[in-house]
């Protein structure tokens, strides 16, 4: 479906959630695992001249990202949609240093023009890989620009990968994606969410 101009589109969110005793089960080579950090649903809607910046409640994000640099992301011709989190709630990485003001991209949903209907998620994160070749400056993220990134996605060790990463606070848990799992018009929030799984660590406002 052709994308020429800015139309807000609800991003693909997990709503069902499992225990982390449960992550093995998925270890079968159809789920596709991302670490899940801990920031705030944002959007980049741009045709490298303009440019929109939304959460996933489709309202403007207020952010202190450079546009410019946001802007640097598109890549090839017409318009681009690119899924991500942004980190403002100053949480602490693997250094014990607040990871601010950070875009970190963990899906597409346009690009060059085209809303990627019916392409499968392990389509698109291929298409990421392409577009933001690997680049691992940090735990399982892929840096783009001084301030952007990209989640990475693996297949297998997710018990493990989970244990490690949320003894960090910039991380909130883990995102499995159902490889073939096809992208639905986001007309609503609900659009894609039955191919998605969340598993969060514990906090104080959120427990098993």
């Avoid at 489709?58 to 942004?86: S, T």
């Avoid at 990968?161 to 994606?177: A, N």
Wanted: glycine content about 6%.
């Amino acid at each position: 479906m052709s994308y020429t101009s800015y139309k807000y589109i609800y991003p693909p969110r997990p709503e069902n959630m499992i225990h982390p005793s449960g992550l093995s089960k998925f270890e079968d080579g159809t789920f596709l695992g991302q670490p899940k950090l801990n920031g705030s649903s944002m959007q980049v809607y741009t045709d490298g001249k303009q440019i929109v910046i939304m959460n996933r409640h489709k309202k403007p994000l207020a952010h202190k990202m450079d546009l410019n640099e946001l802007k640097a992301l598109h890549r090839g011709k017409g318009w681009i949609v690119l899924c991500g989190e942004y980190m403002n709630k100053s949480q602490a990485d693997e250094n014990n240093e607040a990871w601010n003001h950070k875009f970190v991209i963990f899906d597409i949903l346009v690009y060059e023009g085209e809303h990627l209907l019916k392409t499968t998620f392990e389509e698109r994160y291929e298409l990421l890989r392409k577009l933001y070749p690997d680049n691992p400056v940090k735990k399982h993220l892929h840096q783009i620009s001084e301030n952007c990134f990209r989640v990475n996605s693996v297949r297998y060790g997710f018990t493990n990968i989970f244990h490690d990463i949320t003894r960090y606070q910039m991380y909130e848990g883990f995102v499995l994606k159902l490889g073939n799992g096809k992208l639905e018009n986001g007309t609503t929030e609900k659009n894609n969410v039955k191919t998605q799984i969340k598993c969060r660590k514990a906090t104080k406002n959120y427990a098993f």
